[in-house]
Structures are given as C-alpha cells and as structure tokens.
C-alpha cells in the first residue's frame, strides 16, 4: 500500500505560491510561471470562494472551512503580485474585493488589530490572534503588508491608516525579537519608505513593454508597486494611478511616481532606469 498522501488544497498556501511564481516570471520573463500562476488563482477564486465568502481547505471537490486572516492576507499579496505580472485588471479588482471583507470580517477597531478568525467564526472562548512570524508569515503582518500595497496603488486612506494603527502596536516588540517577525519588519519598512509606484502602459507581451519591464525588475526595490495598464482593458476602480495613463501613439510608456506625483512619461527604457535610480538616490 503506498503511504497516505495529504491532497489538501489550503488557500493560504497557494496564496505563497501563486505570489511566488507572479513575481518570479515577472523578473525572469518566464511564461509558464505566469500561466501556473493565474491557473492556481483562477481555481482558487472560483473553487474556494463558492459564495462570495473565501473558505479555507478544498478536497475531493468541496471547499469547507470559513477562511481566516492568512487566507485573505495572503491571496491578497499573491493577486497584487499577478496583476503587475500580467497586467490584468481582474486580479486587483478581486484583491481590493477580498481587502475591504478581510477589513470587515477580521479588524477590531476597538483593539486596533486584527483577529485570525472572523467575526461570522463559530463562538469561541477567546478570539484568537497570532502575530509570530514562523515559517509562514503571521496573518496580521501579511494583512498589513497587503493594507499597504493597496493603500499605494488606490491612495484610499483607510488601507494605510488601518495598517498604520496596526504596526504602532507591534512595534515594541520587534526591537526584542526581531527574528520572531521578519515579515514585521518588512512591512515596516514599506511603510517608513518613500514609496515608488510605476505604471506600464502598454500590451503586456510586446517587444517594447518587456524592454520597459526589463528595466524595471534590473533592481529590486521593495517600496515599489508596479501598476500595468493594457490598452484594451479598463481599471477595475478609480485611482490617480490610472488617470490619464495613455501609451505615446501605441508605444509602451511608463510612468515613475511617488505619493502619486509623477516624473514625465518616458517610451525609452534608458530614460525609465535613470528615473529609478534617480529616485531610489533622493531617498
């Protein structure tokens, strides 16, 4: 007899993986990254959220188990990821989707922080919440780092603020055990960062768009978001980030920004990398 076998599907962990494979065929140009990407969301939106309500495991073809704070963190993150690697406007409709019910279903505004369970969760003698970063990131930090990321691209002041309370009460305790919470860290960093928001505008797979993403991921820079706009799809939301955001006469154009003020559009991925590094340098 061959050994059990745990065929599982957990939404947190494909939210990982998805992230992962997102970021990882942005920066190396690899297609079938991408493609098991937005198969594994595809599935994961459709399977494990029947009925608007996001659930947890998926197994012999049935989605159970109310979905908790790491499950909506970390699709979250992983659907911002695949929007800039695809420039599809569905992901981050979806991920602000999945943001505001993850705010209303887990934030105490009270206790200024979040809950691993929902307030729709079965009764339980005390609401549970873990901020330890272990081998997976906690579902508190992954909900502030998501808050950030979405605060950057749509500017709505309630995403940051709410992370912003949440990171002033964890603070004290990262400078006694830092190692108990990378992801912590990051997402302070992000928010203490003068943040970079780029915008691609352009067909994903063309020639001069991925001139301009070559440049682009050349560097790793973690206050970055990266915004992509097709020119036959429209924005999933209103955003200055996508106002007036036109390629020059069908030529890929990008847009570098910061706090939603931005440097003039460039077609020349010379010009962008100068941009990048220029502001990188000012900070």
Request: net charge negative; proline share 5%.
């Amino acid at each position: 007899m061959p050994p059990a076998t745990d065929d599982k599907v957990l939404t947190a962990w494909n939210g990982l993986a998805i992230r992962a494979l997102a970021e990882a065929s942005a920066v190396f140009n690899e297609l079938r990254f991408r493609e098991a990407a937005e198969r594994a969301a595809t599935f994961v939106l459709g399977a494990m959220r029947p009925e608007g309500r996001l659930l947890r495991t998926w197994k012999d073809g049935r989605a159970h188990l109310l979905g908790y704070l790491e499950d909506y963190a970390l699709l979250i993150n992983a659907l911002i990821s695949l929007h800039a690697a695809t420039f599809s406007h569905s992901w981050l409709h979806a991920a602000r989707e999945l943001t505001d019910e993850m705010l209303d279903l887990f934030w105490d505004n009270d206790a200024e922080c979040f809950f691993d369970v929902g307030t729709d969760h079965e009764q339980l003698i005390i609401r549970p919440r873990d901020t330890f970063d272990n081998a997976m990131p906690s579902g508190s930090s992954a909900a502030a780092e998501a808050l950030l990321r979405m605060g950057m691209i749509t500017g709505d002041e309630v995403y940051s603020g709410t992370a912003a309370r949440q990171l002033r009460g964890i603070v004290p305790l990262l400078a006694s055990s830092p190692l108990g919470y990378g992801n912590w860290l990051k997402a302070v960093e992000l928010y203490l960062a003068e943040p970079q928001e780029v915008v691609i505008v352009g067909a994903p797979d063309a020639a001069d768009t991925r001139a301009m993403l070559s440049t682009l991921y050349a560097s790793y820079q973690p206050s970055r978001v990266v915004v992509g706009v097709a020119p036959d799809e429209a924005t999933p939301f209103e955003s200055l980030l996508f106002e007036g955001r036109t390629s020059a006469n069908g030529v890929a154009q990008a847009y570098v920004c910061s706090g939603f003020h931005c440097d003039l559009p460039t077609t020349d991925p010379e010009v962008l990398g100068t941009q990048l590094g220029g502001m990188q340098r000012s900070r």
